[in-house]
């Protein structure tokens, strides 16, 4: 089968972390700004582009790119702020 390999295994951990992050961040256990939510964005993009190295795909592999970049600016961002200032999940 040819969806039983290392790229697609590697490529489903990316997607599988890309949405636990976005779940986390909807259901309020992640801060928008957070530390964690960018670098499990950042991480699951990251994999998903390996995968697309092994099976090309224009547009899959142009938006995870520009998912990439915005979760390391986002990461980045938040690696700048000052200890013990980590964004709080909101409370509604």
Known sequence: MPWLNLPS????VGVLL???AYWMLQTQRL???STR???LNALGAALVLYSLYFD???PSAMIESAWLVVSLYGLWRSLRRPAGSEPEPPND
């Open 31 to 33: 801060a928008q700004g």
């Open 18 to 20: 890309i949405l636990s």
């Open 56 to 58: 090309f795909n224009l």
């Open 9 to 12: 295994a590697v490529g489903t």
């Open 37 to 39: 939510y960018s670098a």
